[in-house]
């Protein structure tokens, strides 16, 4: 299974970040599809997951602003975050386990988003 | 959820043992068995290194081993190698559908 995601790369302060990470290889049912971010020179943070059924989990920090959304059909998964500041500026992945917590064996590259005015 | 402590930078010289710990609470690393750790060289995506406390995936050497006592997961690496130097970051399941990372370790091959 590989992962491969894209979307826009320099956003100003309060728009939306919009990826998309897609699965080759592999079923998108059976597992758990998270997105994680790692700011500049940072440690890594999870912000949320969904299941092939579209059930969602996000982290308490950011839910908010935090929406994920499946398309089962395409073997894609997205990542919307709204109102981004200089603060969301991270290298986002999207990553894959068979169940929360049981860790993430499969990765995307990773995309830079950058947020400035 | 507060992070998970780490130490910020471990060092070993080529063929030593080095340990690094990972310190939560009783309502994350002390609760369940599900501590992960992940390596992570510059400017490459992580890799899962260690899955609910000591299982390693398939391709991972042996040389890494995970354990867990009481509120603190550690991942040990034997036969230190040059390219073991990198980042490495615990990840444990608080319950109620979230994950918390700890703050990373450099670790440095002397």
């Known amino acids: 299974v590989q992962l491969h995601q894209w979307g826009a790369g320099l956003l100003k302060p309060s728009e939306t970040l919009s990826l998309t990470c897609a699965v080759y290889g592999g079923t998108f049912s059976g597992y758990y599809w998270s997105w994680i971010r790692q700011p500049p020179g940072k440690g890594l943070e999870w912000i949320g997951e969904?299941?092939?059924?579209?059930?969602?989990n996000n982290n308490p920090s950011l839910k908010s602003r935090v929406t994920i959304l499946a398309d089962t059909s395409k073997k894609q998964f997205s990542l919307r975050l709204t109102s981004v500041t200089a603060a969301d500026t991270a290298v986002y992945y999207c990553?894959?386990?068979?169940?929360?917590?049981?860790?993430?064996?499969?990765w995307g590259q990773g995309t830079m988003v950058t947020v400035s005015s | 959820q507060s992070a998970l402590t780490q130490p910020a930078s471990v060092s070993g010289s080529p063929g030593q043992s080095i340990t690094i710990s990972c310190t939560g609470t009783s309502s994350d690393v002390g609760s369940y068995n599900l501590v992960s750790w992940y390596q992570q060289h510059p400017g490459k995506v992580p890799k899962l290194l260690i899955y609910?406390?000591?299982k390693r995936p398939s391709g991972v050497s042996n040389r890494f081993s995970g354990s867990k006592s009481g509120n603190t997961a550690s991942l040990t690496i034997s036969g230190l190698r040059a390219e073991d130097e990198a980042d490495y970051y615990c990840?444990?399941?608080?319950?109620?559908?979230?994950?918390?990372f700890g703050g990373g370790t450099k670790l440095t091959v002397l």
């Open positions: 969904i299941d092939h059924s579209g059930i969602t």
């Open positions: 609910e406390v000591h």
């Open positions: 990840c444990s399941y608080p319950g109620t559908r979230n994950l918390v």
């Open positions: 990553a894959s386990g068979y169940d929360i917590g049981s860790g993430f064996d499969i």
